[in-house]
T-cell receptor, first 112, second 107 residues
Framework: DAGVTQSPTHLIKTRGQQVTLRCSPK?????VSWYQQALGQGPQFIFQ???????QRGNFPDRFSGHQFPNYSSELNVNALLLGDSALYLC???????????FGSGTRLTVV | KNEVEQSPQNLTAQEGEFITINCSYS?????LHWLQQHPGGGIVSLFM???GKKKHGRLIATINIQEKHSSLHITASHPRDSAVYIC?????????FGAGTRLTVKP
């Protein structure tokens, strides 16, 4: 039973560029959450998708957007990249408003 | 103020020592998670608690809902326990995280 799969694992982008990160949830999970983890800090909630809609959003600018597909997989898009966007981006999935979260291994984004 | 506070921020122990990591939170929660993160980023969920105490091997987690406090204990610590331990609470249908405790266990 595959867990949460994120791609790519590492990515280097230039300031001003756009990036798309992908997440496939654990089988049976329909809710996907995205988090940003800066070096040495705990993860910060970006947003959560359920039934192909953004259900909740954290304190992130509109440059951060997302999408959920009918198969429950999700994308995180970041436009106009800043150096401060360099971080580990984690995806986690759960079933509905479930308690059991499964995390992916993350995508490490470096903006130069 | 962060909704979830962990202490200590960093912890160094000798192999075999008893370890305690504390977590306090300021919001009403439906559950609390203890997570382990190794270098490279992958997160593993160790425990999910809504009351009382849970034990798995050398790991013990407790929660006091009235005091809004949880602790993670590691007995007979080992160098392979070296990792970042993160407390996260389930709040408003999603998770809020502490900043993590970096544990180093020396042989």
């Amino acid at each position: 039973d595959a867990g949460v799969t994120q791609s790519p694992t590492h990515l280097i982008k230039t300031r001003g560029q756009q990036v798309t990160l992908r997440c496939s949830p654990k089988s049976g999970h329909d809710t996907v959450s995205w988090y940003q983890q800066a070096l040495g800090q705990g993860p910060q909630f970006i947003f959560q998708y359920y039934e192909e809609e953004e259900r909740q959003r954290g304190n992130f600018p509109d440059r951060f957007s997302g999408h959920q597909f009918p198969n429950y997989s999700s994308e995180l898009n970041v436009n106009a990249l800043l150096l401060g966007d360099s971080a580990l981006y984690l995806c986690a999935s759960t079933q509905g408003v479930g308690y059991g979260y499964t995390f992916g291994s993350g995508t490490r984004l470096t903006v130069v | 103020k962060n909704e979830v506070e962990q202490s200590p921020q960093n912890l160094t122990a000798q192999e075999g020592e008893f370890i305690t990591i504390n977590c306090s939170y300021s919001v009403g929660i439906s559950a609390l998670h203890w997570l382990q993160q190794h270098p490279g980023g992958g997160i593993v969920s160790l425990f999910m608690l809504s009351s009382g105490k849970k034990k798995h091997g050398r790991l013990i987690a407790t929660i006091n809902i009235q005091e809004k406090h949880s602790s993670l204990h590691i007995t007979a610590s080992h160098p392979r326990d070296s990792a970042v331990y993160i407390c996260a609470v389930l709040f408003n249908n999603d998770m809020r995280f502490g900043a993590g405790t970096r544990l180093t266990v020396k042989p």
